[in-house]
């Protein structure tokens, strides 16, 4: 899409939400500020008479819907914040998740057989109306000729071609608050743009999706914590992707929390535990997380579903993440305040003590109180004021992880409103720490450092020096022994004192 046409769509995007009062909605006017409160007045003639009904949820669930999948998805991690957003608002969001308008059975068994290369009927005993509609595929219930019952996942027709449009948009207005909005630079809008427009992008191959689902199943059966439908291969391409059908009501549905003999405590522990579990210990994680994609079973039973979108951590971050929980739940901010400087979060030229003592601040206010006790809303404010206060950008790379974290502690808090994160996160959290940092495991992983280290110096020692006359006895120059013999000698010496 060029230019001039993605901007008409980012007009367009506003009309609607104008059109729809779903911008700057009525019911909000007592609390803008006088200068907000004129061009709100402006906006609502806009609105048309049908177009007011409903209540503000609903008409940005409309507006959302029409906008296209993106603008979904946006819907979708809102509704999982209820603390935050309103427990009416975000139920009306919710529709959202799962409940779209479905497009034609017929198209569906068309682009079943379009990407499979076999008819229907050669795989499945029968093929049923879709069961839930999602921004980019519908789910239709099936069974296989072995009598095995599976859930059909199908592509919106022409899905790519508004997955395209939606990413110049996003791309274009990721460029205006770049240009306009100085304060929200440090967010680094073209950065985060580039990486929701590169997920959503890997949602449109359903093979890969399968290939996630797989990985998935095998991380997440080490624990236990969660579940994964098994692919059916012969049922998957790049359109199409068929999974066993999941166990327990999905979540997006009231009734799956009031099933009998569930246990909403528990199973709100295994979700917050599972996530941690797949970042922590594997580097690999189900990074849409929301209640449309997960089902509940007694007694606290959890299955994932649409596999799409999936976050990956290097060591290094892996590492972040688990000392910065730790130094939360030892209370240790001056450790916390570290990694951060460690890990570049926070520029060099600010004070460790100063950044301890603000993190303190929100630390503090969160323990031993029940979710339901603490405002996430005011949590977030104060934690916008530090990072601006401390120059902190976003981390593209950390993107998908923070989008996880605030959906599965929205989630939690709604499968068991005075949920305690820090308790459920513990044991995970702690089990990381005792194995990877550990004096043993300190003292491999610098062994691996200076292996890694050898290695380079080695190639670097064989690049810079010229062919000697002769070759050297054990194929090795002297600034190759010299480094090795130094290495090997630090690394005794750092065992030693981490053993002592």
Known sequence: MSGPAAFGRLIGAGWTLARNDALLPRELDPLYPPAVRSAAAALHLLAGR??????????????????????????????TRADIIGTEFAEDLSRLKDRLAPFPTEIARREVELSLGRTVDSLFETFGEAVAGASLAQAHEARLLDGRRVAVKVLRPGIARRV????????????LVERWAAP??????????????????????????????????????????????????????????????AEGGALSSPAALEQAG?????????????????????GVFHADLHEGNLFAAPPARLMAVDFGIIGRLGASERRYLAEILWGFLERDYERVARVHFEAGYV??????????????????????????????????????????????????????????????????????????????????????????????????????????ALRNIARMARSAEAPPPAPEPRGGGPLLWFALGAVTSGLAYVAAALLR
Request: glycine share 6%; no cysteine; net charge neutral.
């Open 50 to 79: 049908e177009a007011r009904q409903g209540r503000p949820g609903e008409r940005l669930a409309r507006a959302l819907e029409r906008l296209g999948p993106v603008a979904i998805k946006l819907g979708q991690l809102l509704s």
């Open 184 to 245: 929200a630079r440090r967010l680094e809008p073209r950065a985060f743009a580039a990486t929701v427009i590169r997920a959503t992008e890997l949602e449109l191959d359903l093979r890969l999706e399968a290939a996630g689902a797989d990985e998935l199943g095998e991380v997440m059966a080490a624990d236990g914590y969660m579940a994964v439908p098994k692919v059916v291969w012969d049922g998957v391409g790049k359109r199409v992707l068929t999974l066993e059908w």
């Open 347 to 452: 520029p060099a030229g600010h004070s460790i003590a100063a950044f301890a003592q603000a993190l303190r601040a929100v630390g503090e206010p969160l323990f031993g109180r029940a979710a339901s006790q603490v405002s996430m809303s005011r949590v977030l404010t104060q934690l916008f004021e530090i990072t601006a206060i401390y120059d902190m950008h976003l981390r593209p790379e950390l993107v998908l992880l923070q989008k996880t974290m605030m959906t599965v502690e929205g989630v939690g808090r709604r499968i068991y409103p005075d949920h305690d994160i820090w308790a459920a996160a513990e044991p995970v959290v702690r089990r990381w720490i005792l194995r990877e940092l550990s004096p043993a495991a300190r003292v491999k992983r610098f062994a691996d450092e200076a292996a890694e």
């Open 164 to 175: 395209a449009e939606d990413a110049e948009v996003l791309r274009l207005a990721a460029r």
């Open 262 to 282: 569930l246990d909403r405590k528990a199973l709100a522990d295994n979700l917050i535990r599972a996530f941690l579990a797949q970042a922590l210990d594997h």
